[in-house]
């Protein structure tokens, strides 16, 4: 189990016509192997920089990435990382998808076929290994992606709006799954949301990101990820302390919005 430290990483995007995008400015946090950390934030706050960054897909301008104290200097298995839609190979089966890491690994085909089996058990998707991608739903593709991420048994898990795409009532289980995976996985998770429910419902870490220059505003520690675990979730999201976390931060966010908005104005 490895924590990840993340020291005064700066990000600077230079653009092709000249100008640049100050994209993360000084964002430093430490986040204890195990945690599930969820980034809320305005469009354009630099949250998928940031994600890119501790995958190893980006270097940052400034500052570093360590996981368990080894520096982050480009993509590894022990970071996994789970896209909004589309990242699936879309003429393999659901089990060659998931085995695709384990393949990669030169693990034994008999010890592959075992992991996937569990794997697909794990994320609700038993029996459905030889069916083709395209033959799925989007919330079935999102459990195949899950699946897909853990074969390689990394660290973290890195996701970027990966219940984004989906309707309200397969989102609210997928929450659930994600839950459970991480309860059942103990990995530490770094999860992007536009949600405010759902960044309050799974974070049992919250960082409210601001953009211009994207940075960490302001940091939660949470009680409903737990609790989650064990109630039902419309009567957790019905709870007075959840609606009070819940209004506070849509507040915040709105001032977020409103200074943005204000300051496009000022530039047009
Ligand atoms: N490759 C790039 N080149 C130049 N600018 C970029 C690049 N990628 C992102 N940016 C800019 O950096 C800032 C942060 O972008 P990022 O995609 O990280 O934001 P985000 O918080 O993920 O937004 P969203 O919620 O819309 O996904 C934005 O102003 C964006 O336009
Ligand atoms: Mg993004």
Request: charged residues 25%; negative net charge.
């Amino acid at each position: 189990m490895k924590d990840l430290s993340v020291d005064k990483v700066g990000m600077i995007y230079e653009l092709p016509k000249g100008g640049s995008v100050h994209a993360l400015h000084d964002v430093s946090f430490d986040l204890e192997a195990g945690r599930l950390l969820t980034l809320l934030g305005p469009s354009g706050c630099g949250k998928t920089t940031l994600l890119n960054i501790l995958a190893g897909f980006l270097a940052p301008t400034s500052g570093s990435v360590t996981l368990g104290g080894d520096q982050i200097d480009g993509p590894g298995q022990e970071r996994g990382m789970v896209f909004q839609q589309g990242a699936l190979f879309e003429w393999q089966s659901v089990a060659q998808n998931v085995a695709f890491g384990p393949r990669m690994n030169r693990k034994k085909k008999s010890e592959t076929k075992v992991l996937v089996e569990e794997l697909l058990n794990t994320v609700g998707l038993q029996g459905f290994g030889d069916k083709a991608i395209y033959e799925l739903s989007g919330g079935m593709q999102q459990r195949v992606a899950l699946a897909r991420c853990l074969a390689n048994d990394p660290e973290v898990m890195l996701m970027d709006e990966p219940l984004g795409a989906l309707d309200a009532l397969t989102r609210e289980k997928m929450q659930g799954l994600v839950l459970k995976l991480w309860q059942e996985t103990g990995k530490s998770i770094v999860l992007v949301t536009h949600s405010v429910e759902e960044a309050l419902y799974l974070g049992d870490k919250l960082f409210v990101m601001a953009p211009r220059p994207g940075r960490i505003e302001r940091i939660y520690e949470l009680p409903f990820a737990e609790v989650g675990l064990h109630v039902d979730p419309r009567e957790l999201k019905a709870s007075p302390e959840f609606i009070e976390k819940r209004e506070e931060l849509l507040s915040l966010i709105w001032e977020m919005e409103e200074q943005i908005m204000g300051h496009e104005g000022a530039m047009s």
